[in-house]
C-alpha cells in the first residue's frame, strides 16, 4: 500500500496585526488539511518539516506543540509526532518517510506539516523569507493512486554556494549592526547557487527516470516550486520538457520549507493533478541536495 495525497491546504495569510508564527500557521494548514480529509481521529503520524521557526526554537520538538494547537480538530493523545528538518527538501523526505511506514502497514493515515517565517524580524541578515503553512494529510491507498518511487542526491561540490546558520550576536556586533543582541540567523547564496540547483535537478531527475524506464517526455506534469526563483523553467529547459508540463506556484517563491507544498497544492487546486497520470515532485536545497518523488494514477 503506498501513500496518496488525500487532501492538501495552505494556511490563511496571517494578520498584519499578529505577531507571524511558523507553530500557528502549520497549525491553520493542518486544521483545513483535517476539515478537507475528514475523521481526525484516524490519523496515526504527525510530521512537521519546518525549518525557519520561531525564535529559532529546536527543542522541544516542534510537531508537539503544533499538534496542541489544532483546536476542535484535536488529534487522540497517543498520536506520535516527530520533526524532520531538511530545508526546501523535508516535505518530499516527509512524504518518502510516510509512505515507508504505510507500506509496512504500521500507519495508515498521516498529516505532514511545514510552514516557514522570519525567526527573529530586524536581526536575521540575508534572510527574506515569506510566512507560509502547508498541511497534508497522506492515507494509505489500495495502489491505484500514490507515490511510486523517491529518490535523493547531494552535489557536495556546490555546497558551499548556500548557506544558512544561527549566529549569536553579542552587544557590540548587535550595536554596529543596529540590532539588539540575541541569536539571528545569517543567511548567504552565491549568484550561481540557482543554476547550480537547476543542474542538479535536471540531473538528478534524468538519473531517477532512467532507472524507472522512463523519459521526461512521459510526464504529464512536473511540480516544483519557485525555490530558487526561475528552477521550474530552467529544469523544463534542462530535461527538454514543454513549460506546459509545469506545475508551480508564484507564492513559493521566498519560502523554504513550505515552498514544495505550495506549489503541490496549486496542482491540484487547478485539477493538474487529478489530470495527471504521471507526476513527477521536484524539489531542491542547500547542499545542494535533491529529493524527487513520482506520483501516479
Request: glycine content about 10%; hydrophobic content about 45%; overall charge positive.
Amino acid at each position: 500500500m503506498s501513500a496518496l495525497v488525500e487532501a492538501i491546504r495552505r494556511a490563511a495569510p496571517p494578520p498584519r496585526w499578529r505577531q507571524r508564527s511558523s507553530v500557528r500557521l502549520a497549525a491553520d494548514a493542518g486544521r483545513r488539511a483535517l476539515a478537507s480529509a475528514g475523521d481526525p481521529d484516524r490519523i496515526d503520524l504527525v510530521v512537521n518539516v519546518g525549518v525557519y521557526r520561531d525564535q529559532n526554537i529546536l527543542e522541544p520538538a516542534m510537531a508537539p506543540l503544533i499538534q496542541s494547537r489544532l483546536g476542535p480538530l484535536g488529534l487522540r493523545k497517543d498520536v506520535f509526532s516527530f520533526d524532520l528538518a531538511n530545508g526546501a527538501c523535508g516535505l518530499l523526505d516527509a512524504f518518502r518517510v510516510v509512505d515507508s511506514l504505510m507500506r509496512a502497514g504500521s500507519v495508515r493515515r498521516a498529516l505532514v506539516l511545514a510552514s516557514d517565517v522570519d525567526p527573529n524580524p530586524g536581526r536575521s541578515q540575508g534572510l527574506a523569507v515569506g510566512a507560509a503553512g502547508v498541511g497534508v494529510v497522506l492515507a494509505a491507498g489500495d495502489g491505484r493512486e500514490g507515490f511510486r518511487a523517491f529518490h535523493a542526491e547531494t552535489f557536495s561540490k556546490h555546497a558551499h554556494l548556500y548557506e544558512s546558520r544561527v549566529e549569536w550576536l553579542g552587544p557590540a556586533r548587535s550595536r554596529w549592526l543596529g540590532r539588539s543582541p540575541g541569536h539571528a540567523i545569517r543567511r548567504r547564496a552565491v549568484d550561481a547557487y540557482a543554476e547550480r540547483c537547476a543542474e542538479s535537478a535536471a540531473l538528478a531527475a534524468a538519473r531517477f527516470l532512467e532507472a524507472r524506464g522512463l523519459a521526461p517526455e512521459d510526464l504529464d506534469v512536473v511540480v516544483a516550486p519557485e525555490l530558487p526563483p526561475g528552477l521550474p523553467q530552467r529544469l523544463a529547459e534542462l530535461l527538454g520538457i514543454s513549460e506546459k508540463q509545469l506545475a508551480s506556484d508564484p507564492d513559493s517563491a521566498g519560502t523554504c520549507s513550505a515552498a514544495p507544498g505550495l506549489a503541490l497544492e496549486a496542482a491540484f487546486a487547478s485539477g493538474r493533478m487529478a489530470a495527471a497520470r504521471r507526476a513527477l515532485l521536484v524539489a531542491a536545497g542547500a547542499g545542494i541536495t535533491v529529493s524527487l518523488a513520482l506520483y501516479e494514477r
